[in-house]
Nanobody, 124 residues
Framework: QLQLVESGGGLMQPGGSLRLSCAAS????????IGWFRQAPGKDREGVSC????????YYTDSVKGRFTISRDNAKNTVYLQMNSLKPEDTSVYSC?????????????????WGQGTQVTVSS
């Protein structure tokens, strides 16, 4: 059974950092594209970053470029999202997702498996 479990969310002051983890079971993370998405109250879900299973290439939405970094630890079968220089507008529920596709995508419809999400709140 394929499963994704996120952790690492919490409350952080603006300018701070958090690292989110997406632990996978039932499959290996370097076989699938893994995406991070976020959804704030009253807003649509937004693709934040993704990493390709085949070659490890990464993509970011413009609003997080230079601040967020996605990475993968194959030995731990986990994908991370390092979030630096956090802003109040980064406040959302963050979810990871896995999809069987070439490369990766920030479009949620191509992903088949989703975690339950973890809350990130950026506030002073």
């Amino acid at each position: 059974q394929l499963q994704l479990v996120e952790s690492g969310g919490g409350l952080m002051q603006p300018g701070g950092s958090l690292r989110l983890s997406c632990a996978a079971s039932g499959f290996t993370v370097d076989d699938y594209a893994i995406g991070w998405f976020r959804q704030a109250p009253g807003k649509d879900r937004e693709g934040v970053s993704c990493i390709s299973g085949s070659d490890g290439s990464t993509y970011y939405t413009d609003s997080v470029k230079g601040r967020f970094t996605i990475s993968r630890d194959n030995a731990k079968n986990t994908v991370y999202l390092q979030m630096n220089s956090l802003k109040p507008e980064d406040t959302s529920v963050y979810s990871c997702a896995a999809g069987w596709l070439a490369g990766c995508s920030l479009t949620e419809s191509v992903y088949d498996y989703w975690g339950q999400g973890t809350q990130v709140t950026v506030s002073s």
